[in-house]
């Protein structure tokens, strides 16, 4: 059950993503579903075969802490984009004015 917060969370930024088309919402779609095959793979692994384990709150708060992280990461990620521009280009950011920029 760890990867049904994931998991909703990256059907939400789909549905986003296809009205706003926008880079970095399809960056934490892509993290979200990674999030969310995590969980699937977890679970397989440990041989829940039904993937439901014998906790459901521990997995919906593992779930959280999935989802938590990759927001926290993705957030992490735009924040170094304000001062990266090659990182920026890849996120669809919006670049800050570099040194050349400002003599001009």
């Keep these: 059950m760890c990867y049904t917060l994931p998991l909703t969370a990256a059907i939400v930024t789909t549905i986003l993503w296809r009205q706003k088309k926008e880079v970095k919402i399809w960056w934490l779609n892509l993290m979200l579903y990674g999030g969310a095959l995590f969980g699937v793979v977890d679970h397989l692994w440990h041989g829940e075969l039904f993937l439901i ?4 709150t521990k997995d919906l708060s593992l779930g959280c802490v999935i989802t ?7 957030g992490m990620m735009l924040a170094l984009a304000r001062v990266n521009p090659v990182l920026a280009r890849y996120l669809g950011a919006p670049q800050s004015m570099g040194k050349e920029e400002n003599l001009h």
């Excluded at 384990?53 to 459901?56: C, G, K, P, R």
């Design 53 to 56: 384990s014998e906790s459901i």
């Design 68 to 74: 938590a992280t990759i927001l926290a990461c993705w």
